[in-house]
């Protein structure tokens, strides 16, 4: 398998930009989602298949990619929005792999 | 509304065995493939297994191979992952988890989760 690097944490003022960037090798060719988790509860899929948004999830959250880096953007960021993200990829064929996660925190 | 409710979870000693179950609703359960997802303490997530919509494929991480075995009944729209040789590092909390598919050529594959459950600990411990 690979790895999917994530940076472990980062924090941002309320009403700012906040950009979460995931990097593997083989994400240019890859499907990515992302999933946010708030303490004691399971995660939440808001990104899937690169850049398409489930539906009730803010239009704040959207992503992007360059290269081997994709990242997921939150606009607009709200006190809600403080949680744990992570990048989730394939490896071979059928087999998932996630990223260590990024602790957002929301100042 | 789609909804995995896991059970099963419990205190068990190392080496011991342990079978935990999902119930799957407001979904045609058979369409999908399913997943086993987990999460050590104040950890991030860890992928475990998942099985094709028919049972006919299945995967596994590297450290759960020989001893964890994922399985489906469509029937009774259930999902299992028995665990046998447990260790400490084993402990998790275990999500099941629907999976989200690439189809190309009248082939599925998984290639991410759309939904989760609520998650089911298992604790290894003497």
């Known amino acids: 398998s690979y790895d999917l690097t994530q940076p472990s944490s980062m924090s941002v003022s309320p009403g700012q930009t906040a950009r979460i960037t995931c990097s593997g090798y083989?994400?240019?060719?890859?499907?990515v989602y992302w999933y946010q988790q708030k303490p004691g509860q399971a995660p939440v899929l808001v990104i899937y298949?690169?850049?398409e948004r489930p539906s009730g999830i803010p239009e704040r959250f959207s992503a992007s990619s360059s290269g081997a880096t994709v990242t997921l953007t939150i606009g607009g960021v709200q006190a809600e929005d403080e949680a744990d993200y992570y990048c989730?990829?394939?490896?071979?064929?059928?087999?998932?792999?996630f990223g260590g996660g990024t602790k957002l925190t929301v100042l | 509304e789609v909804q995995l409710v896991e059970s099963g979870g419990g205190l068990v000693q190392p080496g011991g065995s342990l079978r935990l179950s999902c119930s799957a609703s407001?979904?045609?359960?058979?369409?999908?493939?399913m997943s086993w997802v987990r999460q050590a303490p104040g950890k991030g997530l860890e992928w475990v297994a998942n099985?094709?919509?028919?049972?006919?494929?299945?995967y596994y991480v590297d450290s759960v191979k020989g001893r964890f075995t994922i399985s489906r009944d469509n029937a009774q729209n259930s999902l299992y992952l028995q665990m046998t040789s447990l260790t400490d590092l084993d402990t998790a909390i275990y999500y099941c988890?629907?999976?989200?598919?690439?189809?190309?050529?009248?082939?599925?594959?998984?290639?991410?989760?759309?939904?989760w459950g609520q998650g089911t600990l298992v604790s290894v411990s003497s």
């Open positions: 988890a629907r999976g989200s598919a690439h189809c190309h050529s009248g082939d599925c594959f998984q290639t991410g989760v759309d939904y």
């Open positions: 407001g979904f045609t359960f058979s369409s999908y493939w």
């Open positions: 099985m094709k919509q028919s049972g006919s494929e299945t």
């Open positions: 083989a994400l240019p060719h890859r499907y």
């Open positions: 298949k690169d850049t």
């Open positions: 989730q990829s394939t490896d071979i064929f059928g087999t998932l792999v």
